[in-house]
C-alpha cells in the first residue's frame, strides 16, 4: 500500500535556505566588522604620523587649530593651543618613522570604520593621546572640520585620564561662558535687540527683533547673576554633541518664573534661544 510523505517535512525543507540565509546575516556582519577593523588599523597610522607632524610646525599646527572646532573648547585660541604644543612637544620627542609594535607600556591604538583613538609614549618621556573622527582624513564623517576632537599630553599614561578629563571640563567651561554672555544680553531689551542682529541663524525661528524680545520678557525679571563655574550652579545643564550634522553644543539653567533658559549652538554659531517651562520642573 502506497504512502505519502508528511506535509510538515516537506516545508521545513523549503524554509530551510531561507532560514539559513537570514542565519547567515549576522554572521556576515561580524566577518565583514572585523575585516573592516583590520583595514582602518592597518590605515590609522600613517594618519596618526600626520597629525603629530602637522602639530611639529607652528603654521600647520594653527590651520589644525582653526580647521578642528572641537579642540575649540580646550584651547580657546590658537595660541593656547600653541603654548600647549610648546611645552610638551620637546617633552615627547620626534615624532616616529615607523608605526611602534603595539605594548601596554609604549603604544595603544583603537581603530573602527568611523574612529581612533591613539596613545603614544614619545621618545623623550611623555605621552600624547589623539581622538580622531570623520569626515577628516580618516572616518567617514560625523565630526565637522577634520575631525581631530582631542589632542592631549600628559607625563604619565595614567595621567593622560586626568588630562582628558581636563579637556572636556574645558570644553564645558567654554561653552557656558558663551552662555553667560547670551543671558547677561537678554536681560537688557536694547542688547537682545543687538544679539539678533549680531546672529543671523537666530533669523530661523525669530523672524523679527521683537519676536525674540517678546518671547525673552520674562526673563528680564530680576534674579542673580550666572556664577562663572557652572559646577557652582547645581542645576545647569551643558551638552555637546557630535554627529552628521556637525557639532552642537547646548546650555540650560532655571531662572525666574519658573522658566529654564536653553541656548544652542552649531558649529560654533548661535542658532536658538529658548525659554522654556516643562525643563525646570526637573
Known sequence: MATSSPSRPVGFRAWLPGLVAVAAIPLGLIAWMAISATQHRQKAWPVVQSVLHRLEDPQ?????????????????SAMTFQEELTRWLPRFGPVPTQEPRESRED??????????QVALHGQNGAWIQLSIEGPGPFGI???????????VFADQHAGLRERQHYFNSQRQRAVWTKFRDVES?????RTT??????????RTNYKGQEDLVRVTAPWRKEHAPLPEDVQAL???????QENGDGLTEMAGCPGPAGLMLWVTWRDGALEDIH???????H
Open 141 to 151: 564623517g560625523s565630526v565637522s572640520g577634520e575631525g581631530i576632537t582631542e589632542v
Open 275 to 281: 525659554p522654556t517651562i516643562e525643563a525646570h520642573a
Open 234 to 240: 547645581g542645576s545647569a545643564q551643558v551638552h555637546i
Open 193 to 202: 535687540r543687538q544679539l539678533w542682529e549680531r546672529e543671523p541663524k537666530l
Open 185 to 189: 544680553r537678554l536681560r537688557d531689551e
Open 107 to 116: 603604544y595603544r591604538l583603537v581603530a573602527s570604520h568611523s574612529d581612533l
Open 60 to 76: 600647520q599646527a594653527q590651520v589644525l587649530w582653526e580647521r578642528n572646532p572641537s579642540l575649540h573648547g580646550a584651547y580657546p
